[in-house]
């Protein structure tokens, strides 16, 4: 198996800013080391990718306005982008984990792998600086940097399947956030999107705006709309047909 080190392009001076970076809590807790995952390091990351995709937006995109600057950065910074950008690398093979998290998923969980690239890109940016960090954070990005260039206007979750909803039924899809977890710096919130009774989708994200607009791609992606539609229209044909007379 390739080193991680081998599949970033990046070698570490320091090692142990690497094992940190790996390293989630259920782990830390295991051993009683609490002081050593890769929370404070997520928290630097963040920053260092929020400056690095800032700049590089700015320079793609010299006629946006600050507002259209800050929705692409927002789609290339999401649960759904980090997550992509970690199984770049296959990060979740690379995880350090306790014994309960691992058995529990642990190394497919989006907030895991969107933790640990954080994570990372803040232990390089320590180990070797902005420029290696920024020479990552782009290989990571290529491809979805080119999706943006491409499509450069935000797609709306939220809106798109109200407006495929509501042509079916004047009924609005309503989103609800079923819980919210972590400390006040590190919270996720999970939100569900449902109509007509039933549940169509779930989502996660950092902000209840995350999770609903995840939520919602959820039920784009589902389609379970269809299923009720079809369940609801042979209940009213057999409403109007009456009762089968023996």
Not at 172 to 189: C, M, V
């Amino acid at each position: 198996m390739e080193s991680i080190e081998q599949r970033i392009e990046y070698k570490f001076a320091n090692s142990l800013l690497l094992a940190e970076a790996l390293t989630h809590p259920s782990l830390a807790y295991e051993t009683n080391r609490p002081h050593f995952d890769n929370q404070r390091l997520e928290y630097l990351g963040d920053a260092v990718l929020q400056l690095i995709l800032t700049e590089k937006l700015f320079s793609m995109f010299p006629g946006f306005s600050e507002g259209r600057l800050t929705k692409l950065r927002s789609r290339l910074v999401s649960r759904d982008a980090l997550c992509r950008y970690a199984d770049t690398i296959n990060l979740g093979e690379y995880l350090l984990l306790g014994k309960g998290e691992a058995s529990s998923g642990g190394r497919d969980r989006a907030s895991n792998l969107a933790d640990a690239i954080e994570a990372l890109i803040g232990a390089i940016y320590l180990d070797g600086g902005y420029e290696p960090a920024r020479d990552v954070v782009l290989r990571f990005c290529t491809e979805m940097l080119e999706h943006v260039a491409e499509e450069p206007e935000e797609v709306n979750p939220k809106g798109q399947l109200q407006e495929i909803l509501q042509a079916i039924s004047p009924v609005s899809p309503a989103y609800r956030i079923l819980k919210q977890e972590g400390p006040d710096h590190l919270k996720t919130f999970t939100a569900s999107v449902e109509w007509n009774g039933h549940q169509l989708g779930l989502g996660n994200g950092r902000s209840k705006k995350e999770a609903e607009i995840e939520a919602a791609l959820d039920a784009l992606d589902g389609r379970h709309w269809e299923t009720v539609e079809s369940a609801a229209a042979e209940s009213r044909e057999q409403l109007a047909n009456g009762p089968e007379i023996p």
